[in-house]
């Protein structure tokens, strides 16, 4: 990979020797909906993301899921890098990894993950941080199953995810799964906002018009 490939959202992370480290790693580009979910229980790449988005949400045995954090540019996952700093993969068999858009991710391995951390100031900061973006993710999530209802999360979660043309294409079910619901759930809600003329439904997408 050239020195041209890199972003300044990476350049500007990492140490000159770090940087030419990361510049001999494996770049791939996924259209959008790729499942990058691991499995047998290991995790042998861990991803940068260079452009694009990652979604990562955790399910349970019913099918249920709930949004956990995106990562973007810039970002990694921090669950995938605990679990390769620690050698124990546990922590990703409830997690569901996709590319919300056309993405491009240097891949790490864990060998890598566990070498860096010890030589690297630059990455050691780079996970700190990283746990600092997650953890405030993860009260977010925290405040609003506990004190928020779900027409509140719902209307909420729309305002965020439109587009510049007040649009979100998404399913029922995907949203639900952000939401972190039942798609029937959803679909009434959705609904209701439709009778007041607050959105509009089409197949596979939502036009907002007042939230």
């Known amino acids: 990979m050239s ?7 990476i350049t500007e992370l990492f140490e000159p020797g770090l940087l030419e480290e ?3 790693c494996k770049k791939v580009t996924v259209e959008r909906n790729t499942d990058l979910t691991s499995s047998g229980g290991t995790m042998r790449y861990t991803p940068i993301v260079l452009s694009g988005s990652i979604k990562v949400t955790r399910g349970d045995e019913s099918g249920k899921e709930i949004l956990m954090y ?10 995938s890098i605990t679990s390769c700093l620690k050698k124990n ?3 990703m068999d409830s997690l569901f990894v996709v590319s919300e858009k056309d993405t491009s991710m240097i891949l790490v391995s864990d060998q890598k993950i566990r070498e860096w951390h010890d030589k690297y100031k630059s990455w050691r900061t ?3 941080d990283l ?5 405030t993710d993860i009260l977010s999530i925290v405040d609003a199953v506990a004190f928020k209802s779900v027409d509140q999360r719902l209307v909420a ?9 007040s649009e979100i294409s998404l399913t029922h079910q995907e949203i639900a799964n952000q939401v972190g619901t039942a798609r029937e759930v959803i679909s009434r809600l959705l609904k209701q906002l439709e009778r007041d003329g607050k959105i509009e439904l089409f197949r596979g997408k939502i036009k907002i018009n007042s939230l």
């Not at 990562?71 to 921090?78: K, R, T």
């Not at 979660?157 to 043309?165: V, Y």
């Open 126 to 128: 780079f996970i700190t």
């Open 3 to 9: 020195a041209l490939e890199l972003n300044s959202q």
């Open 22 to 24: 990361i510049k001999r």
């Open 131 to 135: 746990y600092n973006l997650r953890l």
């Open 89 to 91: 993969f546990t922590n």
């Open 70 to 79: 995106h990562i973007n540019p810039g970002e990694s996952c921090i669950i």
């Open 157 to 165: 979660f729309l305002q965020n995810t439109q587009d510049e043309n």
